[in-house]
Protein backbone atom coordinates (compact mmCIF):
# COMPACT_ATOMS: atom_id res chain seq x y z
CA UNK A 1 0.00 0.00 0.00
CA UNK A 2 1.73 3.20 -1.07
CA UNK A 3 1.94 6.29 1.82
CA UNK A 4 -1.02 8.18 0.09
CA UNK A 5 -3.51 5.30 0.60
CA UNK A 6 -1.76 3.87 3.89
CA UNK A 7 -4.70 4.99 6.60
CA UNK A 8 -2.00 4.25 9.05
CA UNK A 9 0.43 6.53 7.34
CA UNK A 10 -2.17 9.44 8.46
CA UNK A 11 -2.02 8.76 12.40
CA UNK A 12 -2.01 9.73 14.91
CA UNK A 13 -4.79 12.36 13.87
CA UNK A 14 -5.66 15.47 15.58
CA UNK A 15 -9.00 15.28 18.10
CA UNK A 16 -10.79 17.64 15.81
CA UNK A 17 -9.97 15.77 12.67
CA UNK A 18 -11.10 12.16 14.71
CA UNK A 19 -14.07 13.46 15.88
CA UNK A 20 -15.28 15.06 12.84
CA UNK A 21 -14.48 12.07 10.84
CA UNK A 22 -16.20 9.91 13.51
CA UNK A 23 -19.82 12.22 12.92
CA UNK A 24 -19.51 11.49 9.18
CA UNK A 25 -19.18 7.63 9.81
CA UNK A 26 -23.07 6.70 9.91
CA UNK A 27 -23.83 9.53 7.15
CA UNK A 28 -23.16 13.04 5.54
CA UNK A 29 -23.81 15.95 7.98
CA UNK A 30 -23.31 19.85 7.31
CA UNK A 31 -20.98 21.82 9.15
CA UNK A 32 -22.82 23.05 12.05
CA UNK A 33 -24.61 19.57 12.11
CA UNK A 34 -20.99 18.02 12.49
CA UNK A 35 -20.09 20.52 15.47
CA UNK A 36 -23.69 20.26 17.46
CA UNK A 37 -22.56 15.90 17.01
CA UNK A 38 -18.86 16.20 17.86
CA UNK A 39 -19.89 18.34 21.37
CA UNK A 40 -22.66 15.37 21.73
CA UNK A 41 -20.27 12.65 21.07
CA UNK A 42 -17.62 14.31 23.56
CA UNK A 43 -20.50 14.84 26.44
CA UNK A 44 -19.56 18.71 25.46
CA UNK A 45 -15.62 17.90 26.15
CA UNK A 46 -14.73 19.43 22.47
CA UNK A 47 -16.57 22.77 21.11
CA UNK A 48 -15.16 23.10 17.49
CA UNK A 49 -15.00 26.74 16.61
CA UNK A 50 -16.21 27.66 13.12
CA UNK A 51 -12.30 28.14 12.36
CA UNK A 52 -11.41 24.65 13.63
CA UNK A 53 -14.26 22.92 11.94
CA UNK A 54 -13.65 24.52 8.59
CA UNK A 55 -9.96 24.79 8.42
CA UNK A 56 -9.87 20.64 9.49
CA UNK A 57 -12.56 20.06 6.45
CA UNK A 58 -10.08 22.06 4.25
CA UNK A 59 -7.02 19.58 4.75
CA UNK A 60 -9.33 16.59 5.30
CA UNK A 61 -11.06 17.67 1.19
CA UNK A 62 -7.43 17.96 0.07
CA UNK A 63 -5.94 14.18 1.70
CA UNK A 64 -9.00 13.02 -0.37
CA UNK A 65 -10.31 11.49 2.98
CA UNK A 66 -13.53 13.42 2.81
CA UNK A 67 -15.94 14.86 -0.23
CA UNK A 68 -18.89 17.46 -0.53
CA UNK A 69 -21.95 15.47 -1.76
CA UNK A 70 -23.80 17.04 -4.47
CA UNK A 71 -27.04 15.23 -3.19
CA UNK A 72 -29.43 17.71 -1.23
CA UNK A 73 -32.12 17.74 1.00
CA UNK A 74 -35.56 18.36 0.34
CA UNK A 75 -35.11 22.29 -0.84
CA UNK A 76 -38.19 23.45 1.86
CA UNK A 77 -36.43 22.27 4.92
CA UNK A 78 -32.56 22.97 3.69
CA UNK A 79 -30.84 26.26 3.40
CA UNK A 80 -29.15 26.10 0.23
CA UNK A 81 -25.78 28.21 1.40
CA UNK A 82 -25.06 24.76 3.53
CA UNK A 83 -22.21 22.49 2.13
CA UNK A 84 -22.96 19.13 3.19
CA UNK A 85 -19.60 16.51 4.01
CA UNK A 86 -19.74 12.57 3.60
CA UNK A 87 -16.28 10.14 4.39
CA UNK A 88 -14.81 8.76 1.04
CA UNK A 89 -13.72 5.27 0.95
CA UNK A 90 -10.01 6.31 2.45
CA UNK A 91 -11.47 8.09 5.32
CA UNK A 92 -13.77 5.61 6.22
CA UNK A 93 -9.98 3.69 6.44
CA UNK A 94 -8.28 6.74 8.42
CA UNK A 95 -10.81 6.42 10.89
CA UNK A 96 -11.31 2.65 11.41
CA UNK A 97 -7.27 2.98 11.75
CA UNK A 98 -7.30 5.81 14.36
CA UNK A 99 -10.28 4.07 16.21
CA UNK A 100 -8.37 0.95 16.26
CA UNK A 101 -5.19 2.41 17.29
CA UNK A 102 -7.09 4.26 20.38
CA UNK A 103 -8.55 1.12 21.29
CA UNK A 104 -5.44 -0.46 21.62
CA UNK A 105 -4.10 2.20 23.91
CA UNK A 106 -7.29 1.78 26.11
CA UNK A 107 -6.27 -1.75 26.19
CA UNK A 108 -2.87 -0.91 27.39
CA UNK A 109 -4.42 1.22 29.62
CA UNK A 110 -6.54 -1.40 31.40
CA UNK A 111 -3.57 -3.85 31.08
CA UNK A 112 -1.44 -1.09 33.83
CA UNK A 113 -4.72 -0.93 36.19
CA UNK A 114 -5.00 2.67 35.20
CA UNK A 115 -8.96 2.18 34.32
CA UNK A 116 -11.09 -0.69 35.11
CA UNK A 117 -12.27 -3.34 32.68
CA UNK A 118 -15.66 -3.88 31.51
CA UNK A 119 -17.95 -6.14 33.09
CA UNK A 120 -18.35 -9.48 31.81
CA UNK A 121 -21.54 -10.03 29.28
CA UNK A 122 -20.73 -6.08 28.21
CA UNK A 123 -20.67 -6.15 24.85
CA UNK A 124 -21.00 -3.28 22.54
CA UNK A 125 -23.15 -3.25 18.97
Sequence with gaps: MSPITDPTSFLPLTPAAFHILLTLADGEKHGYGIMLEVAALSSGQIKLGAGTLYGTIKRMLADGWIEESD????????????????????????????????SRLVDAARTKRLIPKPRSGFMLS
Design 71 to 102: ERPDHDLDDERRRYYRLTDLGGKVVRAEAERL
